[in-house]
């Protein structure tokens, strides 16, 4: 008697019409609970499941690309203007996505553990954040003093330079770094490239004396957006008003702006990474991450492929701190801590290391688990403390719970649970690389 296979019953099922139904049907499901539940985090989740049925099940290109579109342009607006937090979920997993590609760039592609990458996102937001506020004209004044009659140095439309620019900046950043580390590999690298990280912060963090470049610990507010025209709101409440329910104020469409601006970046990244993995460049950087002595033998450049991962990587950071700025009016340091770094890097390793589907359903995981699962439970435990509410089986009162208990509070231990589970049952990721794959099937076969 053969054994069952989920792998065989899957391929059984993913074929001829019935791909389309049943993604179709999980769309369809999803958009309804969400919307009939707009608070239902459950239902939400069953909606963005609903990507990796697209993504998984054999439907053709246009399909998928037409259900693609239909979702992100139109129902995750809707919905998300129904639910402000959905949207906000929604913008940062675009946001985390677009930083893990990047770092996809230097650990997946050229094989370099870069435990600072953080630090380019940094220099991004903080490029938007000085030029786009009235910081150039508080330089003069002592740490903390904001006055309210100072003019902005730029206005706000001056936004969509600043995210080129914040590329090239960035992209400048990440060449500088590269520059004194590329002698020293590995572990040496990883604490080096740390260091940098950390650099950053600190000096963000202090460079509020003698000149007042960053405003230190308090941070810069506020950042200027760039303009909504009125216009622009009485349309979306025009057409999508009674789909919505109520009536959408500016707000509410800056907050749609920055999401449709950051699918925008994430497409070109998308883009620009397929590109470049299937480039000479690409080529040489999976050769420098294989063997790097080979590499040099093969004539391979090794300092200037190095250099071009970093500044690749450093890039698509850069773009996304400058919208980070915009969208939030506010950053300050412990915006970009090391656990930063770390949670992308675990995008990375959770999603497949040099996978760029992968990395995406690694981002919108662990943004999700952040977000809506920690939060979402501890706030829940929150509401037992506040109860009468006691297990009967033990007799024990809710709210005699320690806060320490919290699961929001555990975000470290989920990481570090994340890294080792995934390196002993699933090096390759949960969508791995086709180069990975090809890898561990002939070691396997050895």
């Known amino acids: 008697m053969s054994s069952f296979s989920f792998k065989d019953a899957f ?32 239902a939400f989740l069953v909606l963005m499941s609903s990507f990796l049925s ?38 940062q997993i675009s946001v985390f996505a677009a930083l893990a590609l990047g770092l996809n760039i230097v650990v997946g ?56 620019l914040g590329v090239i900046v960035a992209a400048m950043t990440g060449i500088l770094l590269g520059l004194p580390v590329l002698r020293v590999r590995g572990d040496y690298l990883a604490i080096v490239t740390l260091g940098f990280g950390e650099v950053i912060r600190v000096l963000a963090n202090n460079l509020d004396k003698p000149l007042n470049f960053t405003n230190g610990p308090q941070g810069i507010t506020p950042i200027q957006r760039p303009s909504m025209p009125d216009w622009v709101v009485d349309w979306f409440n025009t057409i999508f008003g009674p789909l919505v329910g109520h009536e959408v104020n ?25 590109r470049l993995d299937d480039s000479a460049m690409g080529r040489a950087w999976t050769a420098v991450r294989e063997d790097e002595t080979a590499a040099i033998a093969q004539g391979i450049p090794l300092v200037k492929t190095k250099l071009s991962a970093f500044a690749v990587g450093a890039s698509f950071a850069g773009i996304m701190g400058v919208l980070l700025a915009a969208s939030r009016t506010f950053i300050s340091p412990e915006s970009f801590s090391f656990m930063q770094s770390i949670g992308v890097l675990s995008m990375v390793i ?25 939060q979402g439970f501890s ?52 969508i791995p690389a086709k180069r990975r794959e090809r890898k561990l099937a002939l070691e396997k076969t050895e």
Request: hydrophobic share 55%; proline share 5%; net charge neutral.
């Open 54 to 91: 697209l993504y998984f099940f054999n439907t053709s290109n246009r399909f998928k690309i037409t259900a693609a579109v239909v979702m992100t342009l139109l129902i995750m607006p809707i919905l998300g203007v129904r639910n402000i937090f959905y949207l906000e979920v929604i913008f």
């Open 379 to 430: 706030l829940y435990l929150n509401e037992l403390r506040q109860s009468d509410a006691i297990i009967p089986i033990i007799n024990f009162a809710w709210s005699d719970l320690s806060t320490q208990l919290d699961p929001a509070k555990y975000q470290r231990l989920l990481f570090g649970l994340i890294l080792i589970l995934m390196m002993i049952f699933r090096p390759q990721g949960l």
């Open 109 to 164: 592609f050229a094989g370099l553990l870069d435990l600072g990458y953080v630090a380019f996102y940094a220099v991004g937001a903080y490029l938007w954040a000085f030029f786009g506020s009235q910081q150039f004209f508080v330089l003069p004044y002592a740490p903390g003093t904001q006055p309210s009659d100072l003019p902005f140095l730029l206005a706000g439309d001056f936004f969509y330079l600043f995210m080129m």
């Open 11 to 42: 391929d059984k099922v993913n074929q001829g019409p019935l791909p389309y139904l049943i993604v179709f049907a999980h769309i369809v499901t999803g958009t309804l609970l969400v919307y009939f539940q707009p608070r239902s985090n459950l």
């Open 350 to 374: 959770l999603g497949g290391s040099g996978s760029i589907p992968g990395v995406i359903l690694g981002a919108a995981t662990i943004t999700i688990l952040n977000l809506q699962v920690l």
């Open 250 to 274: 500016t707000s509410h469409m800056y907050n749609l702006w920055f999401y449709i601006l950051a699918l925008m970046v994430i497409m070109v990244i998308v883009f620009v990474t397929k």
